[in-house]
């Protein structure tokens, strides 16, 4: 059982950047790819951005070119580094591993606005 804490969501002007971070803690060996979502009121969740064990990264493409996707192994945490951000990047941010159905975290809120 991998259980995963989302942060470093809040509130953003237009082009402004924020950081956010997933620790992830348990079956951490079981781990093969990580996977950054988010869904806006309204909207199903949709998928942001994943990187594997072996750093082959994706991104959708909204936020590609915006957005990177990283981790520290060390930490046990990844990363998701939010540049130029848009209104349309407004969401609350999920984490998951594995794509496990059962495995979000609480989600952190982004919100992007003047």
């Known amino acids: 059982q991998v259980q995963l804490v989302e942060s470093g969501g809040g509130l953003v002007q237009p082009g402004g950047s924020l950081r956010l971070s997933c620790a992830a803690s348990g079956s951490i060996f079981s781990i093969k790819v990580m996977g950054w979502y988010r869904q806006a009121p309204g909207k199903q969740r949709e998928l942001v951005a994943t990187?594997?064990?072996?750093?082959?990264?994706n991104y959708a493409g909204s936020v590609k070119g915006r957005f990177t996707i990283s981790r520290d192994n060390a930490k046990n945490t990844v990363y998701l580094q939010m540049n130029n951000l848009k209104p349309q990047d407004t969401a609350v941010y999920y984490c998951n591993a594995n794509y496990d159905s059962n495995g979000w975290g609480q989600g952190t809120h982004v919100a992007v606005s003047s």
């Open positions: 990187i594997t064990n072996s750093g082959s990264t």
